[in-house]
């Protein structure tokens, strides 16, 4: 069956430093991938969306690539603040029709001041 | 409003009473999507809509879960006798298109008591 596996621990880095998240996924061939990001008792907030044919993306200090190959995306934050510290939720478009997106459960980053 | 708007914010429901939710998507969007969040977990794929069509319904987890749009606009989400096991947030997100950035309310958290 289709799965999307974020790392289920959390994250812990240093003001300034470089955060990475993983999502990998199997049993799926996507169009397109998105990032999220979600704060406690809110929606998910849209941050950027890589399609197939795209190897990376890049929006301020975001990064995010996409290896169809390993069937993996990356997701950087570099510089990262306090104010970065969300749930971050990887998600794949399914085929055919693309109607259905579908989530991981996220990864919890917190940046320490 | 600007943004994608739910009400109500929380539900307490006995168990076997019926509710319904209430999500007001960003005025022009043709894709509405209803997501269920279980606590820790990413969003779960409820139904998608394209204006007033119902085109996927595939993730409505039983035949007590209902979901309208009846002009294309405003939809409700109803769950008829309700169950513990329905407690949990639901989102609705709308976008221009299928294929496009979706943007979400901050949900309703169900508790079933």
């Known amino acids: 069956s289709q799965k999307i596996e974020q790392n289920s621990e959390a994250l812990n880095i240093q003001e300034g430093k470089t955060a990475t998240l993983t999502c990998n996924y199997t049993?799926?061939?996507?169009?397109?991938l998105q990032w999220y990001r979600q704060d406690p008792g809110r929606g998910p907030v849209f941050l950027l969306l890589?399609?197939?044919?795209?190897k990376e993306k890049r929006k301020e200090r975001l990064k995010v690539t996409f290896d169809t190959t390993l069937k993996q995306s990356l997701f950087h934050i570099t510089a990262s603040q306090p104010a970065d510290s969300a749930t971050y939720l990887c998600a794949l478009d399914t085929r055919p029709g693309g109607f259905k997106t579908i989530f991981g459960a996220g990864t919890r980053l917190f940046v320490k001041a | 409003g600007a943004g994608v708007s739910q009400s109500p914010r929380y539900k307490v429901a006995k168990r076997g009473q019926d509710v319904a939710l209430r999500c007001d998507p960003i005025?022009?969007?043709?894709?509405l999507f209803w997501y269920q969040q279980a606590l820790g977990q990413g969003p779960e794929f409820l139904t998608y809509?394209?204006?007033?069509?119902?085109?996927?319904k595939s993730g409505l987890p039983s035949d007590r879960f209902f979901a309208e749009r009846p002009e294309g606009s405003v939809s409700t989400l109803k769950i008829q006798r309700t169950q513990q096991e329905d407690s949990a947030v639901y989102l609705c997100?709308?976008?221009?298109?299928?294929?496009?950035?979706?943007?979400f309310g901050q949900g309703t958290r169900l508790t079933v008591v």
């Open positions: 005025s022009g969007h043709v894709s």
């Open positions: 049993n799926y061939s996507p169009a397109y």
């Open positions: 890589i399609r197939e044919n795209e």
């Open positions: 809509f394209q204006n007033e069509a119902q085109l996927d």
């Open positions: 997100a709308s976008s221009l298109d299928t294929n496009t950035e979706a943007f």
